[in-house]
């Protein structure tokens, strides 16, 4: 069983920046494609930022040059560092994993539907 943990939400004002971290039990982040998703409240949930096993990343393009992915194989945990926030990226962010690894594109994450394993969440808040 996958389990996914995320830390590092908070409260910043704009042009913050925040590192939220996803550790990852039950497999290895180097096997698996894993991401980020967000919602706010009233809107869909969108994909943020994914990385492939093949470390291949995938970015919204709301948040691009903003915001970047990776992960460190050996302790099994994803990174999302979020710099110049804006109070628009103010959401539940949530962590997201699938031993498929999809990929859609380099300005497009896949759909959520495409991710089995999904975290409890953490919460980023910006302000202006």
């Known amino acids: 069983q996958v389990q996914l943990v995320e830390s590092g939400g908070g409260s910043v004002q704009a042009g913050g920046s925040l590192r939220l971290s996803c550790v990852a039990s039950?497999?290895?982040?180097?096997?698996?494609?894993m991401g980020w998703f967000r919602q706010a409240p009233g809107k869909e949930r969108e994909g943020v930022a994914t990385i492939g096993s093949d470390g291949k990343t995938s970015y919204a393009e709301s948040v691009k040059g903003r915001f970047t992915i990776s992960k460190d194989n050996a302790k099994s945990t994803l990174y999302l560092l979020m710099e110049s926030l804006k109070p628009e990226d103010t959401a539940m962010y949530f962590c997201v994993a699938d031993r498929a690894s999809p990929y859609c594109g380099t300005w497009r994450p896949c759909p959520a539907t495409l991710y089995t394993y999904w975290g409890q969440g953490t919460q980023v808040t910006v302000s202006s």
């Open positions: 039950g497999h290895t982040a180097g096997t698996y494609g």
